[in-house]
């Protein structure tokens, strides 16, 4: 049976189209010759990239015939590839060995700037990232790429770039970012939202102290700015207030997985450094600097399912995770979430990902919080740039889904699509 028919007799209740961009975000794709996605630089500067497949540096993203936007990233054991007719330059999406056909592609944008420099010669696309393919041309800016967690092997078990090289640059250099962010505002001519984010130090202040520079030296450049994020780990109340100070619009605080057993199995540094409690005791006191909110936590769905023994089904993983984004949505934190990436370097990454059914039943739920919860949509989120997570495209295609802040006609005005230059 065609792929979508079968998700569609499998999850009557979710579109076919989230079913299958939830599969393509839990696999990755094959990426072949498709022009698909930009070079990410993993960390500042090339060296520092190490001498992997080429294609394991794309990022970006793929839109499917309903105008679903989906994040894609290569993993060469995808049960999905991008396929590139040699005479018509369509792409179209295939599965299996066999390549059957699933449906017509249209790739995410691929911004011509990603492939200048500056008059130092520094790659513009290390400066500034595009984020996670938004078609709406959200950027974000990798400060430290570098986790302290790593050296005693306790990093996150699902992040995948911190082991993917050495960083060198930790300084912003005021003109490459004015030059940059130039470039940008130029080719695109909107900018989704400004996301400060990567790596993290045992010591908080210090890590924040490279948000504070980066946000001045940023301010300097004299140029606009679009809705900013600072996804930090979480800081103590007067660093919120300084990161507040600085001028960030939103802190980012992510939980990734809510029980205290899934934080020992999944977060082992943050378990030992912050710890949850004291995790959610940041980020109550991030609401009183930022306001009800204006605080994000974003969890890392699926993943939680790899813990042995904790959850009887995949339907009570996601009751879990679903009763994190409650207790966020009471105490004043907005709850976002990204479907688990399983391959790409995690030491996760071997592991099966999440179940489908986890997700058809996530999904369905955390619309249903929009219904009881009047908090408004974050301005940094859009149906152009929530690539990893399905919100917006089930508020679009499923009026049972179009609940609360996150009605349809909610989501209509948000970020314009950017522009793309033709190289
Ligand atoms: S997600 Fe975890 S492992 Fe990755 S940089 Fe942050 S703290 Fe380190």
Same mark, same amino acid.
């Given at each position: 049976m065609p792929t979508l028919d079968t998700f569609a007799s499998l999850?009557?209740?979710?579109?076919?189209?989230?079913?299958?961009?939830?599969?393509?975000?839990?696999?990755?794709?094959?990426?072949g010759l498709a022009p698909?996605?930009?070079?990410?630089?993993?960390?500042?500067?090339?060296?520092g990239q190490k001498p992997v497949d080429p294609r394991a540096h794309l990022e970006g993203s793929v839109i499917l015939p309903d105008g679903t936007t989906v994040f894609v990233t290569h993993n060469a054991n995808s049960p999905y590839t991008v396929v590139i007719d040699p005479e018509s330059k369509h792409l179209s999406l295939r599965e299996g060995d066999g390549g059957?056909?699933?449906?017509?592609?249209?790739?995410?944008p691929r911004?011509?700037?990603?492939?200048?420099?500056?008059?130092r010669q520094t790659p513009m696309a290390a400066v500034f990232s595009p984020s996670l393919g938004?078609?709406?041309?959200?950027?974000?800016? +990798?400060?430290?790429?570098?986790?302290?967690?790593?050296?005693?092997?306790?990093?996150?078990? +699902?992040?995948?770039?911190?082991?993917?090289g050495k960083s060198h640059e930790l300084r912003p250099d005021v003109g490459d970012l004015r030059e940059s962010l130039a470039a940008i505002w130029k080719e695109h001519q909107a900018i989704g939202y400004l996301a400060f984010s990567g790596g993290s130090l045992l010591n908080r202040t210090k890590e924040a102290d490279a948000f504070l520079k980066y946000m001045e030296a940023v301010c300097e450049t004299g140029l606009p700015l679009p809705a900013t994020v600072a996804a930090i780990q979480a800081l103590d109340k007067p660093d919120s207030k300084r990161l507040r100070e600085a001028g960030f619009d939103y802190a980012c605080y992510s939980m990734e997985v809510w029980d205290e057993a899934a934080w020992q199995a999944v977060l082992p540094g943050k378990s030992r450094s912050v710890g949850r409690t004291g995790?959610?005791?940041?980020?109550?006191?991030?609401?009183?600097? +930022?306001?009800?909110?204006?605080?994000?936590c974003n969890f890392v769905a699926g993943v939680e399912t790899v813990v042995p023994g904790l959850y009887s089904?995949?339907?009570?993983?996601?009751?879990?995770?679903?009763?994190?984004?409650?207790?966020?949505?009471?105490?004043?934190?907005?709850?976002?979430?990204?479907?688990?990436?399983?391959?790409?370097?995690?030491?996760?990454?071997?592991?099966?990902?999440?179940?489908?059914?986890?997700?058809a039943h996530f999904l369905k739920g955390r619309q249903e919080l929009f219904a009881e919860f009047p908090m408004a949509i974050p301005a940094t989120d859009c149906p152009h740039c929530l690539t990893q997570s399905c919100e917006a495209d089930l508020a679009r295609l499923d009026r049972r889904y179009s609940l609360g802040p996150a009605t349809s006609s909610a989501w209509k005005d948000r970020h314009a699509a950017a522009h793309v230059a033709v190289s």
């Open positions: 999850y009557p209740d979710v579109p076919p189209s989230v079913m299958l961009k939830v599969d393509l975000l839990r696999h990755g794709v094959r990426l698909v996605g930009s070079r990410h630089y993993h960390h500042h500067d090339e060296q059957e056909f699933i449906c017509k592609l249209t790739p995410g911004f011509s700037w990603t492939k200048e420099r500056t008059a938004g078609v709406c041309g959200p950027i974000a800016a +990798f400060l430290l790429r570098y986790c302290e967690f790593v050296k005693e092997n306790e990093e996150c078990l +699902f992040c995948s770039w911190v082991r993917m995790w959610m005791q940041c980020l109550g006191d991030a609401v009183e600097v +930022f306001g009800s909110g204006k605080v994000l089904s995949p339907e009570s993983a996601a009751d879990a995770t679903l009763a994190g984004m409650r207790w966020c949505y009471e105490n004043g934190i907005y709850p976002k979430y990204a479907v688990w990436v399983a391959p790409g370097g995690a030491i996760f990454s071997q592991r099966e990902p999440a179940p489908l059914a986890y997700y």
